[in-house]
């Protein structure tokens, strides 16, 4: 069984550092993309944003709203994958959604897309 476990969510101050991970578990072969969507308050879950996303190769895809201010980052031996979130503002404030995407588990045929719990971020001004 596939799990997917957010952690390093809190609360920060404008202008400060927070660093999110997220580890895949279970009998996985391979991860295709792994990466994090964030959805504001009083959003609904059909209105999550994309906010960065890596390739098994480290190829990325980093929205244009925090380009310069976060990076992301992934190991593949640990199955983690890692947001480094800098200079960060009350618009940032969100619960962040870490995604695992074309899973191949030991017992699956094909892929399978994955998500966690969320874990919250809120920037106070």
């Known amino acids: 069984q596939v799990q997917v476990v957010e952690s390093g969510g809190g609360l920060v101050q404008a202008g400060g550092s927070l660093r999110l991970s997220c580890s895949v578990s279970g009998r996985i072969r391979s991860i295709n993309d792994m990466g994090w969507y964030r959805q504001a308050p009083g959003k609904q879950r059909e209105q999550r944003e994309l906010v960065a996303m890596i390739s098994r190769i480290g190829s990325t895809n980093i929205a244009n709203s925090v380009k310069d201010r976060f990076t992301i980052s992934r190991d593949n031996a640990k199955n983690t994958v890692y947001l480094q979130m800098n200079s960060l503002k009350p618009e940032d404030t969100a619960v962040y959604y870490c995604?695992?995407?074309?899973?191949?588990?030991?017992?699956?045929?094909?892929?399978?897309?994955?998500w966690g719990k969320g874990t919250l971020v809120t920037v106070s001004s």
């Open positions: 995604t695992a995407q074309g899973v191949l588990s030991t017992t699956d045929l094909y892929g399978i897309n994955y």
